[in-house]
T-cell receptor
Framework: GENVEQHPSTLSVQEGDSAVIKCTYS??????FPWYKQELGKRPQLIID?????GEKKDQRIAVTLNKTAKHFSLHITETQPEDSAVYFC????????????FGQGTRLTINP | NAGVTQTPKFQVLKTGQSMTLQCAQD?????MSWYRQDPGMGLRLIHY???????DQGEVPNGYNVSRSTTEDFPLRLLSAAPSQTSVYFC?????????????FGDGTRLSIL
């Protein structure tokens, strides 16, 4: 089955700098890659997703890139703000079959003022 | 719409007790799933269902049972609670076929087994 590895487990950046979180996946059949943000004590919430037919997607300060050949995808946050502090999860799944969503282990991002 | 509703929000059990975590959604979503979240391990899939009457196991199904008698409800049963099942449990739903629909999560149930 699918296995998703996420790095780093913790990340601390200065406010205004950029943050990058990387994930690798094992199943070449995976074709949908969402990213979730989870604030302390809250539910995970989708912030951006990408499908395997595109290499990059951007939404304001957030972007995701996908390299299907290398089977890795990354989340980029630019001009970080204190409210970006949270735990971020990547995930992978396939549109076919059971469509089980497999999550990475999470990255705790801290934005220092 | 209430979205995905989980009850209870908090629960403390003794080892060996049984209980049912409730999950209901009012979005007519076919796909529902249960995850547990432990520190440093992300969200791990326990069981999932692609529609009423159909359930299947995820990564960590042992010690848990599920049923899906209606589209709206997907309860998770702990048969004989163990301290290793102390965790935060999230229920999620989405339409079958991903399209542009995200997975909707409930607020979670924080479960402690003593």
């Amino acid at each position: 089955g699918e296995n998703v590895e996420q790095h780093p487990s913790t990340l601390s950046v200065q406010e205004g700098d950029s943050a990058v979180i990387k994930c690798t996946y094992s199943d070449s059949a995976s074709n949908y890659f969402p990213w979730y943000k989870q604030e302390l004590g809250k539910r995970p919430q989708l912030i951006i997703d990408i499908r395997s037919n595109v290499g990059e997607k951007k939404d304001q300060r957030i972007a995701v890139t996908l390299n299907k050949t290398a089977k890795h995808f990354s989340l980029h946050i630019t001009e970080t703000q204190p409210e970006d502090s949270a735990v971020y999860f990547c995930a992978a799944t396939s549109f076919q079959g059971a469509q089980k969503l497999v999550f990475g282990q999470g990255t705790r991002l801290t934005i220092n003022p | 719409n209430a979205g995905v509703t989980q009850t209870p929000k908090f629960q403390v059990l003794k080892t060996g007790q049984s209980m049912t975590l409730q999950c209901a959604q009012d979005m007519n979503h076919e796909y529902m799933s249960w995850y547990r979240q432990d520190p440093g391990m992300g969200l791990r899939l326990i069981h999932y269902s692609v529609g009423a009457g159909i359930t299947d196991q995820g990564e960590v199904p042992n010690g848990y049972n599920v049923s899906r008698s209606t589209t709206e409800d997907f309860p998770l049963r702990l048969l004989s609670a163990a301290p290793s099942q102390t965790s935060v449990y999230f229920c999620a739903s989405r339409p079958r076929g991903l399209s542009n629909q995200p997975q909707h999560f409930g607020d979670g149930t924080r479960l402690s087994i003593l």
